[in-house]
């Protein structure tokens, strides 16, 4: 299995301002994923990341607002963009492991936007 | 498209009671058939899968059985304890399409001593 780390953890952000989500896998990885858990709500995906490709985003989920890096195989940044409150959420990335379909999740990254 | 429905939660029991928790699903394809848990503060894990029908997929106590005639995945537990307290989320993949897994809405497990 893969084992995942995120940064940070949780922050609290004032609007307008933008936060980077480092993403960190112990192996190397073809696809990564970036999801959002609204609260008490399912996961809903925003984007797959390809290491050396564009990320490709889910309906309802753009570029400028969620730009992402795949510099590497075991490495992906989601940014969200000119926050609002609407984005408070828990940010989660995710990795499919061994081309199987099971996926391993990171810890979360738990935003509030004031 | 594919989509899951998980019955609501929250499901609030005594330790050692017997867990059910409904997971019903849509899916054009064969799907495969996932139950992953997260606990409080924490990103989610796969607790067990099955591939095919009749499959049944089996971790820590936990069971669910691949029921293709009702387009089921049930997941069980005959005797829950205080730290599977966590949020349950029924999930598929189609294994003729992308892997990327749909996920229902997650049931909210509580144990009380």
């Known amino acids: 299995s893969a084992v995942i780390s995120q940064k940070p953890s949780r922050d609290i952000c004032q609007r307008g301002t933008s936060l980077t989500i480092q993403c960190q896998v112990d192996s190397q990885v073809t696809m990564m994923f970036w999801y959002r858990q609204q609260p008490g709500q399912s996961l809903t995906l925003i984007a797959t990341a390809n290491q050396g490709s564009e990320a490709t985003y889910e309906s309802g989920f753009v570029i400028d607002k969620f730009p992402i890096s795949r510099p590497n195989l075991t490495f992906s940044t989601l940014t969200v963009s000119n926050m609002s409150p609407e984005d408070s959420s828990i940010y989660l990335c995710s990795v499919e492991w061994d081309s199987r379909d099971e996926q391993y999740f990171g810890p979360g990254t738990r935003l509030t936007v004031t | ?113």
């Open chain 2, 1 to 113: 498209g594919d989509s899951v429905t998980q019955m609501e939660g929250p499901v609030t029991l005594s330790e050692e009671a017997f867990l059910t928790i409904n997971c019903t699903y849509t899916a054009t394809g064969y799907p495969s058939l996932f139950w992953y848990v997260q606990y409080p503060g924490e990103g989610l894990q796969l607790l067990l899968k099955a591939t095919k029908a009749d499959d049944k997929g089996s971790n820590k106590g936990f069971e669910a059985t691949y029921r293709k005639e009702t387009t089921s995945f049930h997941l069980e537990k005959g005797s829950v304890q205080v730290s599977d307290s966590a949020v349950y989320f029924c999930a598929l993949s189609d294994q003729g399409g992308s892997y990327i897994p749909t996920f229902g809405r997650g049931t909210s497990l509580i144990v009380h001593p």
